[in-house]
């Protein structure tokens, strides 16, 4: 079990969006990601931590192709959105300011593509020196063997790599 201090925490999701949800992923599919991060939310904002989305959009292109927001629920269950135009989370988005304005030195991280956004999210995150903690259950990959490359062997580089069912706020704090 993995439990943190509310204080000081906050979920990431990363391009939790329906043009992406709706590709073949593995090991996990969309739809099992987006119900495991949307728990993983609803937990956090019970214990009264941020839940920060962030979305992709192409850069240098008049209209982004269909199914580019974020999925409806994910919307609704997050504190802020950023928009990022690379694959990482922190590049000239503000990111950074909105997560030190919560007070956040601890995020757990979750999204789609594992070895794409979220891992380019949180290499970015530690060199900024926030703690990592890595939601596996909801996140996935393009395919099941860049997952599982990316949780076996780069991430817990980072942090601990655990299930949503596995990841809890202290009480009280």
Same mark, same amino acid.
Request: no cysteine.
């Given at each position: ?76 269950? !997050?504190?802020?959105?950023? $928009?990022?135009? %690379?694959?990482?989370?922190?590049? +000239?988005? =503000?990111? /950074?300011? &909105? ?13 789609? !593509?594992?070895?794409?956004? $979220?891992?380019? %999210?949180?290499?970015?995150?530690? +060199?900024? =020196?926030? /703690?990592? &903690? ?40």
């Amino acid at each position: 079990m993995t439990t943190l201090e509310p204080q000081g925490s906050a979920v990431v999701l990363v391009d939790l969006m329906p043009r992406l949800v709706a590709l073949d992923l593995a090991p996990h599919t969309g739809g099992e990601v987006l119900a495991a991060a949307l728990e993983l939310a609803r937990n956090a904002r019970a214990a009264g931590v941020p839940v920060v989305a962030i979305r992709v959009e192409r850069p240098g292109v008049s209209e982004q192709p269909p199914g580019s927001g974020l999925v409806e629920e994910v919307e609704q269950a !997050a504190d802020a959105v950023v $928009v990022k135009r %690379t694959i990482g989370g922190f590049q +000239d988005t =503000g990111l /950074d300011g &909105v997560l030190r304005g919560y007070g956040a030195s601890t995020l757990v991280m979750a999204g789609i !593509a594992t070895n794409l956004g $979220v891992e380019s %999210t949180a290499r970015a995150a530690s +060199d900024l =020196g926030y /703690d990592l &903690v890595f939601a596996e259950d909801a996140m996935t990959g393009l395919t099941g063997a860049e997952h599982e490359a990316s949780v076996a062997l780069s991430l817990p580089r980072f942090g601990p790599v655990a299930p949503v069912r596995e990841i809890s706020w202290s009480a009280g704090s």
